[in-house]
């Protein structure tokens, strides 16, 4: 919200508060400034922008229209870029040499602007402008008093640091999603935003601040369009897997891929031979169909129900609009307009904003879809209750612990009787409920502590930790009751089940399959002594029998 107040507050204030200047162009060709000073009016000729012409070297003539009396006026060029100037200003005309990534060139406020000051004593003499080299574009000029002039930037600067802030911190936070949750794909997205980070910094003339490393600046335009382009090759790289369009659109999954890779090479290429006009317009259009395709594929995927489709359109869609304007402006040699200016780069903060919070949420679902996984693989579909892999791998656990501690163990076995006849008379729809219905009774007067497993078909399983042989007693008795008491209820069916059950105690050096093995043989001699009963194996007292 401040950075909109800010983009606000600047457009709106520099148009108030702006001075008009007077532009003219010397086509003279090569001369020294003084003959320049005394040449005829008619030949300079008006000029909408200082911008760089067929020639190596341009002449320019800067007249501030109606100043203010008593105030220092500021002369300002903006996107000079890695353009080289020269001004020769009143009352001495000196040349002052000046650039942005020039790290010897002083001036007032930050590198947004090429910024000199034209003293209020001679704020109506002309100043005089060399152009050269850089690049074909033009160079707005803004005149205003110094004061203006100083909290304009100061803006400027506040809404430059916010977003390069927003974008290192979003980077970070990807970086961090990456690691965490092992999606490299993320680490794509990290790439783009480090990109956009540089190219934000250079376009904005703070990378003089930012680089420690001086020697580099004069690269600085060079490094940022490297960066871009790679930039361009993650961010597509990241759109594949973010869009799932392996999945969903295999051929146009596989076109991108084409031209990602051909993107790849080309910006490989640029780093070479950075002057390839061929090179570089071919990665401007191989950038334009990826947009294209991307956006495609995103309010396809939306169509269908898809969030991260919309979340695509929302966050890459408004970087697409400023970034393929921003590139119509430069293309047609007309310079960034002033709200083209502030919205390109908060576009990328934006962008990345939706984008990273759209993957926190993907893989929030993607680890809620994990956790229901392993929930199902441990748990019984049809009773809810573990199943014989969970109780497995339980058991061992506990009869450790429970060898630790010296505290006694049971293990229960629980098997329905004349369940075959169940299913045969009435159908497997109605076994299944009846086994349903035994997982609820059994849920319900085992303690909390205590794990009850369907093991296996109509057998059930109970571990009983901490409790003496009366204890282990009552409760398998208390279970038996319970599943004879309440009758099952599967209409027109009314049923009334009984479970026998097998009692084994923890011996000294027992392992998991010694106790399963003496709970099935206890569980074994109740079927053969008449069902609907309990038979208990103790470690002193091995089978004792309950009625």
Not at 214 to 243: D, E, K, Q
Not at 492 to 502: A, F, T, Y
Request: net charge positive.
């Amino acid at each position: 919200m401040r950075a909109w107040l800010w983009l606000i507050l600047l457009v709106s204030t520099s148009s108030a508060q702006a001075t008009s200047v007077e532009l003219a162009r010397f086509d003279g060709g090569e001369t020294g400034i003084e003959s320049l000073r005394e040449a005829p009016e008619s030949s300079w000729k008006a000029a909408p922008a200082l911008q760089r012409g067929a020639a190596e070297q341009s002449w320019w003539r800067l007249r501030v229209k109606q100043p203010q009396a008593g105030s220092d006026i500021v002369l300002s060029l903006k996107e000079t870029y890695d353009a080289s100037v020269t001004v020769w200003m009143p009352p001495d005309y000196r040349p002052q040499h000046a650039g942005i990534f020039d790290p010897a060139w002083k001036q007032v406020g930050s590198r947004h602007r090429l910024a000199f000051i034209l003293p209020a004593d001679f704020a109506d003499q002309p100043v005089y402008v060399r152009h050269e080299g850089g690049r074909y574009q033009p160079m707005a000029v803004a005149a205003m008093p110094l004061e203006t002039y100083v909290a304009l930037d100061l803006q400027r600067v506040r809404f430059t640091s916010a977003i390069l802030a927003s974008l290192l911190l979003l980077g970070i936070v990807a970086t961090v999603y990456a690691i965490a949750l092992w999606r490299w794909m993320l680490l794509m997205f990290c790439g783009w935003v480090a990109s956009c980070v540089l190219y934000v910094a250079a376009m904005s003339g703070e990378i003089v601040a930012l680089l420690p490393w001086p020697s580099l600046l004069p690269h600085a335009m060079r490094m940022s369009g490297v960066a871009i382009n790679f930039g361009l090759v993650m961010v597509y790289g990241f759109t594949i897997g973010f869009l799932e369009l392996d999945r969903c659109y295999p051929r146009a999954a596989r076109l991108m891929k084409v031209l990602v890779a051909i993107a790849a090479v080309l910006a490989i290429v640029i780093v070479i031979w950075p002057r390839s006009p061929l090179a570089n317009q071919a990665i401007n259009i191989v950038a334009l169909a990826l947009a294209v395709l991307a956006l495609g594929t995103a309010a396809a995927r939306a169509r269908s129900g898809s969030p991260q489709g919309w979340f695509y359109l929302i966050g890459w869609g408004g970087v697409t609009v400023a970034g393929v304007a921003r590139v119509w402006f430069f293309l047609n040699h007309q310079g960034t307009p002033p709200m083209l200016e502030w919205l390109h780069p908060l576009a990328y903060a934006v962008g990345a904003l939706v984008l990273v919070l759209a993957t926190a949420r993907a893989a929030r679902y993607a680890e809620r879809e994990l956790h229901v996984a392993r929930h199902e693989a441990r748990t019984d579909l049809l009773t809810g209750l573990p199943n014989r892999a969970e109780f497995d791998a339980a058991l061992a656990a506990r009869l450790h612990a429970a060898r630790e501690s010296g505290a006694p163990l049971w293990l229960m076995f629980l098997d329905l009787d004349h369940f075959k006849s169940i299913n045969d008379r009435h159908g497997h729809a109605v076994g299944d409920a009846c086994l349903k219905a035994v997982g609820d009774i059994l849920r319900k007067h085992v303690r909390a502590g205590d794990l009850i497993a369907r093991y296996g078909g109509e057998e059930f399983v109970l571990m009983i930790e901490g409790a003496g042989a009366r204890r282990a007693l009552d409760a398998a008795e208390s279970l038996r009751a319970a599943v004879n008491a309440e009758a099952i209820r599967v209409k027109p069916h009314r049923i009334v089940l009984s479970v026998s059950i097998g009692l084994s105690e923890l011996r000294g050096e027992d392992k998991a399959a010694d106790l399963l093995a003496r709970a099935d043989a206890a569980l074994y001699r109740a079927k053969q002594n008449g069902r609907n009963r309990i038979e208990a194996d103790f470690a002193d007292k091995p089978g004792v029998s309950a009625p």
